[in-house]
C-alpha cells in the first residue's frame, strides 16, 4: 500500500513567502486507489509514467500495475511548483508516519 500525497506551491505576494498547499491525499493498493482522503479531483488518474528499469521503456498507469504507478508518480513532475511524496504503509487505515526512508519526494509540473 502507497500513501500518496500531492502539494502545491503558491506565493503570498503580499507576505513574499513560499507557502505549500495540500491538493490531494490518497492510498494506492494492489487493486488501485484504495481511499481518498480529500482532492478526488486532484488525483491524476490518467497520467502515464515511464518505468525507467524495464528494458522496453514501459509506460506504467493506474489501471496497469497500481503500485508501480505510485512509486513512480513523482517522476511525472519534474520541475516547478507541485511536489508528490509516496510512503509506504501497511493499508489504507494507517497513518503514515512524519518521515519514512522511502518517502520519494521531487518538485513538479506534470509533464
Known sequence: MRHITIHKSVTDLVRM??????????????????????????????????DPAESD??????????????????????SGEYSVSVVETKDASDTPPITS????????VPS
Open 57 to 78: 521503456g514501459e509506460r506504467v498507469t493506474l489501471d496497469s500495475n497500481p503500485l508501480r504507478w505510485a512509486e513512480l508518480l513523482p517522476t511525472a513532475y519534474r
Open 17 to 50: 513567502e513560499f507557502k505549500t498547499q495540500p491538493l490531494a491525499s490518497f492510498y494506492v493498493g494492489e487493486n488501485g486507489i484504495e481511499r481518498v482522503e480529500y482532492g478526488e479531483d486532484e488525483i491524476p488518474r490518467t497520467v502515464a509514467v515511464f
Open 101 to 108: 526512508a522511502i518517502t520519494t519526494e521531487m518538485q513538479a
